[in-house]
C-alpha cells in the first residue's frame, strides 16, 4: 500500500514556473513507477508524465513535451514535476500516482491532486 500526498501548486502567469512534489509514504516506493496525470475543468483526466523504477526512462504526453520534466528521488520517496513556459491550458488538478508496471502505465494509486491555476 502507498499512500501519496501532492503539494506545490497554486496560481501562475503564463510563461511562469511551477514545481510540484509528490510525498510516498508506505512500502516499496522504489518498486513503482510513477506518474502524473491532470483533469481540466470540464474535459476527461489525461496522462502527463511518467518515469521508470530507477528514474532512468521517461515519457511525456505530447502538450507537455519540452516544457515538464518528471523525476524522481528513491531515497527521500519523492516524486517531482517540474513545469515550466505554463500555459493557461495547463490549468487542471495534477494527480500523483503509482503504477506497478511503467510500459503498460496503470495507476494503482492515486493523491488527492494539487490545482494548478495558469492566468494573468
Known amino acids: 500500500q502507498v499512500q501519496l500526498e501532492e503539494s506545490g501548486g497554486g496560481l501562475v502567469q503564463p510563461g511562469g514556473s511551477l514545481r510540484l512534489s509528490c510525498a510516498a509514504s508506505g512500502r516499496g516506493f522504489s518498486s513503482y513507477a510513477m506518474g502524473w496525470f491532470r483533469q481540466a475543468p470540464g474535459k476527461e483526466r489525461e496522462f502527463a508524465a511518467k518515469?521508470?523504477?530507477?528514474?532512468?526512462?521517461?515519457n511525456y504526453a505530447d502538450s507537455v513535451k519540452g516544457r515538464f520534466t518528471i523525476s524522481r528521488d528513491n531515497a527521500k520517496n519523492m516524486v517531482y514535476l517540474q513545469m515550466n513556459s505554463l500555459k493557461p491550458e495547463d490549468t487542471a488538478v495534477y494527480y500523483c500516482?503509482?503504477?506497478?508496471?511503467?510500459?503498460?502505465?496503470?495507476?494503482?494509486?492515486w493523491g488527492q491532486g494539487a490545482q494548478v491555476s495558469v492566468s494573468s
Open positions: 518515469i521508470s523504477r530507477s528514474g532512468d526512462s521517461t
Open positions: 500516482t503509482a503504477s506497478i508496471t511503467y510500459s503498460f502505465y496503470d495507476p494503482r494509486y
